[in-house]
Nanobody
Framework: QVQLVESGGGLVQAGGSLRLSCAAS????????MGWFRQAPGKEREFVAA????????HYVDSMKGRFTISRDNAKKTVYLQMNSLKSEDTAVYYC???????????????WGQGTQVSVSS
């Protein structure tokens, strides 16, 4: 089993930046693909970005490209989401997730963190 804990959320003005971190525990972290998702009040959870176990393959939804960057440090068992040029519509609870296979996917994640709140004011 993998345990995930997100951090780095907060309140930021539109156009600002935040870097989210997801600290993982478990001996198999390096073999897991990792993803970031978000959920705003009244909306369904949506995929944001994913990264392969080796960190060389990433995937983003089109709306995130150029603004968000996912990365990982397997030695630290941590995955990051750098968010730039934040917009009010980015306001949501952001979750990291782990998939028990190295290939990036937008679905089929096995473990989830508790989430961290990101609030962007206009």
């Amino acid at each position: 089993q993998v345990q995930l804990v997100e951090s780095g959320g907060g309140l930021v003005q539109a156009g600002g930046s935040l870097r989210l971190s997801c600290a993982a525990s478990g001996r198999t972290f390096s073999n897991y693909a990792m993803g970031w998702f978000r959920q705003a009040p009244g909306k369904e959870r949506e995929f944001v970005a994913a990264i392969s176990w080796g960190g060389t393959i990433t995937h983003y939804v089109d709306s995130m490209k150029g603004r968000f960057t996912i990365s990982r440090d397997n030695a630290k068992k941590t995955v990051y989401l750098q968010m730039n040029s934040l917009k009010s519509e980015d306001t949501a609870v952001y979750y990291c997730a782990a998939r028990s296979a190295g290939v990036v996917r937008t679905t089929d994640y096995d473990y989830w963190g508790q989430g961290t709140q990101v609030s962007v004011s206009s």
